[in-house]
């Protein structure tokens, strides 16, 4: 983690690395309790390329509420270190004073109280005028979007994601790579893709047949800026036939392919690039190890486990920076390029605080556009909430857990599976459940409810495996996401054990019964990678849930018990 000094120097080559970032000024106003938009965009321009980053945005057209984990285990060489560590040490680590903006922006402690007091987040027409405003200062910044772009919301999917490109045409980016989008279906991104007025880029999507890269996703793009040359490269993310359904894309492969990245890094700088940045869908963990292995990166701007950190870690010679979700902040990155070397740079993590930014009023014309067909659809209330509802974090959330509770007394089960992604905004004590929050946190293109029979045995072996997925303390073998959520199953998980020994004292809850590995149980879940899966759209169980309960209450969850931290 970069220290917080006005100026870091780092070693490299034989000149200095000079970083610094912008953060220390909104941490301290948000100690004072004052924000205001100005305050906010401030920066002290530097050097001569400026890039703006954006990221997992998951179909956010409008402010929402979106809390931070409380828990963020890391394994290996990540153990304890950013961005696995949450609440109180978080904010010591970084000097963020409790009960202050950043405190709100950055951690998850007391959200529902300071959820009150500082409002939403996010919202597209806020993010337009904090880009329109970087741009005003550096007019040739280069706006770049991470992905999980088309994907997450109830307008989305009913459009195909139509809505998202729509607004970020708008936004005007130059490049993006890649994740959800995918799960669309392949001939419905090529139909977008083919249209963008911008770069799609993915050094690591390859044609299946000939095992070589696709001509509609480039590797990378070259750009001009500052009397600079820039070579943008797109890393889409890597697991995607395994993390969600190949049938779905089959004409594409992934993979992380660091030597193929390592190639692309010596081509553009073959071809006069002075600075590379990568526009990655790793995850954070994954991007260290890249940074690692790959040299003459200099930015690698980080999405997919939507970490935000208020300054970038450094790996050798290069940068990091994760930027969030949700549009819940956007990053603005200057760099000093001299001499085919980047000397310096200095960032700002800008928090998209809904009251104190203003909107832009064209963009915010445009979403209510998208919105207008179904806003009567899906501002339904279907029901309210006394609890604070979350998914993100590495073990059940309360949203995880009405979603489990559904699909056990909606299904008739005995215990349920939700996977553990990390997309949904927050909702806070008070709040009605409309139709649109609870696609919020169910919205997919393969969200049927299933209902089957597993063993005991079989369950500990998807445990194990996904287990395995999150804690493997090589991060290349990280596939993403968090543990998968359960209901009516508990369960010890030791996340220092190798695979296969991390998952012990399984037990129904229902009846206090240790899990009996020949025993057949009735299991309901949904997101099945599965082709052909059949069942209810989970989105319509989990309505029928909160409809019959009228106010949702969720009560502590204590049914996993997490070891070996």
Known sequence: MINRRDFLQVSMAASALVGASGFGNWARLGAQ?????????????????????????????????????????????????????TGADF?????????????????????????????????????????????ADRPDAILLDGGDTWHGSYTCHKTQGQDMVNVMNALKPEAMTFHWEFTLGSERVQEIVEDLPFAALGQNIFDVEWDEPTELFPPYKMFERGGTK???????????????????????????????????????????????????????????????????????????????????????????????????????????????????????????????????????ALID????????????????????????????????????????????????????????????????????DIFGVTSMSYGEAYRTEMTGEF?????????????????????GGDMVRTGGLGYTIDVSKPQGQRISNMTLLSTGEQIDPARAYVVAGWASVNEGTEGPQIWDVVESHIAKLGTVTVEDNNSVEVVGV
């Open 33 to 85: 309790q004052a924000l205001s938009q100005d305050q906010l965009l401030e920066f002290d321009t530097f050097g001569n390329v400026s890039l703006i980053h954006i990221t997992d945005i998951h179909g956010q057209l409008k402010p929402i509420h979106f809390r931070e984990p409380s828990i963020n285990i890391g394994v290996g060489e990540n153990k304890g270190v950013v961005p696995h560590i």
């Open 91 to 135: 904010r010591k680590a970084y000097g963020i004073a409790d009960g202050s903006p950043s405190h709100y922006a950055l951690s998850s402690g007391d959200f529902s109280s300071l959820a009150q007091a500082y409002g939403r987040v996010g919202g597209l027409d806020r993010v337009a005028t904090v880009i329109k405003a970087i741009r």
């Open 230 to 364: 820039i070579a943008v490269i797109g890393q889409a993310f890597p697991y995607m036939p395994i993390a969600n359904p190949g049938w779905m894309f089959p004409e594409y492969s992934f993979g992380i392919r660091d030597e193929n990245m390592n190639a692309m890094v010596q081509e553009v700088r073959a071809a006069g690039a002075e600075c590379v940045v990568v526009l990655s869908h790793n995850g954070f963990d994954v991007d260290k190890k890249m940074a690692s292995v790959v040299p003459g990166i200099d930015v690698i701007l980080s999405g997919h486990t939507h970490d935000a950190l208020p300054e970038p870690a450094v790996v050798g010679s290069t940068i990091i920076l994760p930027s969030g979700s949700n549009g819940k902040f956007v990053s603005r990155v200057d760099l000093d390029i001299r001499d085919g070397k980047m000397m310096g740079y200095r960032t700002k993590l800008i928090p998209i605080f809904s009251d104190v930014i203003e909107p832009d009023a064209e963009v915010a």
């Open 369 to 436: 556009e998208q919105r207008a067909p179904y806003e009567a659809e899906m501002s339904e209330v279907i029901g309210q909430t006394d609890s604070l509802l979350y998914r993100r974090g590495n073990f059940n959330g309360t949203w995880d857990d009405v979603i489990c509770d559904a699909l056990l007394s909606e299904r008739d089960a005995e215990i349920a599976l939700s996977p553990g992604v990390r997309w949904g905004p927050s909702m806070v004590p008070g709040q009605d459940i409309t139709r649109e």
């Open 459 to 479: 369950l500990q072996v998807v445990l194990e495996d996904v287990a395995d997925n999150i804690f493997n303390p090589d991060p290349y073998y990280q596939q």
